[in-house]
Antibody
């Protein structure tokens, strides 16, 4: 059974850093597109980042230069390193598998506030 | 970026109603469109991809159509568990963008 479980969220001050993790089971993260999507409170969905099977990455303009997506094949984990966080980064962050997004994690809340 | 505009943003319907949601793209996206359903406090769930392919396990009352710039999601007979918010997503060009959502509520 495919499962995705996010961790690492929480409250962080503006300008701070946080690393989100997504533990995958039932498949290997290197075998498919892996994505991060976020949803600000009461708002719609925003695509954040993806990593290809061949390790190529793409980041939305809103996070480019601040966020980095990566994976660890040996641990079957997906990560999102978030630096220089802003209040507008406050959202529930989801990891999702595939293109389109066939499987989603349950989401993790990141709150950027002083 | 490719903009997706859903209409309506909100609709009120009754159990058994036929419901249609439209998603219009700011430029042609072939058939690279997906539809998701999201219930409060839950992750989205994929319903349809490639504009009209039903995801495994999704009831057949859901259907999708369209290509190019105009797409529709149809629920043939609305069920109590279908009251949710629906999003379209294009995967034709980066960044993969979403529509703003359509909330389906009980009349």
């Amino acid at each position: 059974e495919v499962q995705l479980v996010e961790s690492g969220g929480g409250l962080i001050q503006p300008g701070g850093s946080l690393r989100l993790s997504c533990a995958a089971s039932g498949f290997t993260v290197s075998s498919d597109y892996m994505n991060w999507v976020r949803q600000a409170p009461g708002r719609g969905l925003e695509f954040v980042s993806l990593i290809h099977r061949d390790s190529g990455t793409y980041h939305a303009d809103s996070v480019k230069g601040r966020f980095t997506i990566s994976r660890d094949n040996s641990k079957n984990m997906l990560y999102l390193q978030m630096n220089s966080l802003r209040t507008e980064d406050t959202a529930v962050y989801y990891c999702a598998r595939g293109a389109p997004f066939f499987f989603w994690g349950q989401g993790i809340l990141v709150t950027v506030s002083s | 970026d490719i903009q997706l505009t859903q209409s309506p943003s909100f609709l009120s319907a009754s159990v058994g109603d036929r419901v249609t949601i439209t998603c219009r793209a700011s430029q042609g996206i072939d058939s690279y469109l997906a539809w998701y359903q999201q219930k409060p406090g839950k992750a989205p769930k994929l319903l349809i991809y490639d504009a009209s392919t039903l995801q495994s396990g999704v009831p057949s009352r859901f259907s999708g159509s369209g290509s190019g710039t105009e797409f529709t999601l149809t629920i043939s007979s609305l069920q109590p568990e279908d009251f949710a918010t629906y999003f379209c997503q294009q995967l034709h060009r980066y960044p993969w963008t979403f529509g703003q959502g359509t909330k389906v509520e009980i009349k």
